[in-house]
């Protein structure tokens, strides 16, 4: 069967400092990988995506960048964080499309806290 | 652009009742698929049920059943016989597909803070 591992589960980082969130897939190959960030109380805002590896496409302008250095590893990074940056990130896979499967299966996520 | 409302930020019902949480979509695609996400305090995001746009017939999952309203941009869910567990966010998202899409996208409402009372 198919898992999702994201880590760490809770991070406090200076403001200034990098960043790196880890996610990884079992199970399955060749899946597209998301990263979503959630503000308290709200939906969730997708920041990135990957159809494979090295393909990085970005939702929104921002501090932050992602990497997929293999296929079912899906690195979140930043060069120097903000207190903007504060939230919840949620790492998740889909499929690829044309499977007929549409379901996006989520990791734990990740609470990030700059101060 | 695609938009995802839900309506209602909290509700409270008591154990074992029904209740309903609505969802309204905004949309001029005619393929796409509509789903129920529950994030209990772990908030770790489960899907509760799918419903695909070119099926009439309304999604059910045990005790979750949606009433999607093609017409009317609707798809709300009914959580029948609820219970303690069940006390969670519940998030709405449309996810457009066509076949030229290299990738699935979900755009999420605001989401519905579901409270079950003993």
């Known amino acids: 069967s198919q898992t999702i591992h994201q880590w760490p589960a809770t991070l406090v980082q200076p403001v200034g400092s990098p960043l790196s969130l880890e996610c990884t897939v079992e199970?399955?190959?060749?899946?597209?990988l998301y990263w979503y960030r959630q503000a308290a109380g709200r939906g969730l805002q997708l920041l990135f995506y990957?159809?494979?590896?090295?393909?990085i496409s970005s939702e929104v302008p921002q501090n932050l960048s992602a990497s997929r250095p293999q296929d079912r590893q899906f690195i979140l990074s930043s060069k120097k964080l903000l207190l903007s940056d504060s939230g919840f990130y949620l790492c998740a896979w889909t499929l690829p499309v044309g499977t007929g499967v549409t379901e996006a299966f989520f990791g734990q996520g990740t609470r990030l806290t700059v101060v | 652009a695609q938009t995802v409302t839900q309506s209602q930020p909290e509700m409270s019902v008591q154990e074992a009742e029904t209740v309903t949480l609505s969802c309204t979509y905004d949309?001029?695609?005619?393929?796409?698929?509509l789903f129920w996400y529950k994030q209990p305090p772990s908030r770790q995001m489960i899907l509760v049920i799918r419903?695909?746009?070119?099926k009439q017939q309304n999604a059910t999952e045990n005790r979750f059943s949606v009433n999607f309203q093609k017409a009317a941009k609707s798809f709300s869910l009914k959580i029948s016989d609820s219970q303690l567990g069940d006390t969670a966010m519940y998030f709405c998202?449309?996810?457009?597909?066509?076949?030229?899409?290299?990738?699935?996208?979900?755009?999420w409402g605001a989401g519905t803070k579901l409270i079950i009372k003993p």
């Open positions: 199970g399955t190959s060749n899946p597209n």
């Open positions: 990957s159809i494979g590896i090295g393909q």
């Open positions: 419903q695909e746009a070119y």
């Open positions: 998202a449309f996810m457009k597909h066509e076949l030229k899409d290299s990738n699935y996208q979900l755009i």
């Open positions: 949309t001029s695609e005619n393929n796409y698929y």
